[in-house]
């Protein structure tokens, strides 16, 4: 059955580093960002917009899922409530798949350093530190599997999911109340 991997964490925690490294892990597989949906000048959160972004993004994992030259979907966003989870699962409904959900957690210094190098190279605004920071707490009351990733870089922690999601709906998973779609 095909694997549909969603990925959430706070901005900086290193979720698109981790699936572009387990991408070709996970091969043949296809990877959406959900950053990607609200490319947008000026980038402007409406409701109106807000749908559209959860409309395609939905329209576009419906399309990988469907498709059979893929055997996993990643997917990747900053998703702090279980609601916004939920909601992109609503999106993929009727549709067939194995879900694993994995929480990036991290420390708060780990995080300021990670925030702190990508504003260095010029691939964030410092603004969104004290956001980035603020929502830490909030993945811990998600239901989706833990891993802390203060110790590790994308590539490790990309192994990790990768060996876990390549095992028949892996313990790592299952220990953290996770079940089969």
Known sequence: M?????VGGTMGA?????????LPMLAPAAYLDGDWCWRMA?????????RMVLANIGH????????????AV???WVMQEEEIWNAVLREVEG?????????????????????LKDVAAGKREIEVMERSVQRLPLYGRVSAAKLNVSF??????????A???????????IENGLTKK
Do not use: W
């Open 14 to 22: 290193g979720k698109s580093t981790v699936c572009e490294a387990l």
């Open 42 to 50: 000026p980038f402007t959160v409406t409701e109106e917009n807000r």
């Open 95 to 115: 549709c067939e798949f194995e879900l694993h959900k994995v929480c990036l957690t991290l420390n708060e210094t780990a995080l300021r350093e990670r925030i």
């Open 163 to 173: 060996r876990e999601v390549q095992k028949p709906f892996g313990k790592f998973f």
């Open 74 to 76: 990643l997917f990747c």
């Open 2 to 6: 095909k694997k549909l991997i969603l």
């Open 60 to 71: 576009l994992l419906r399309s990988y899922l469907h498709n059979s030259s893929f055997a």
């Open 152 to 161: 590790m870089d994308g590539e490790e922690a990309a192994r990790t999911i």
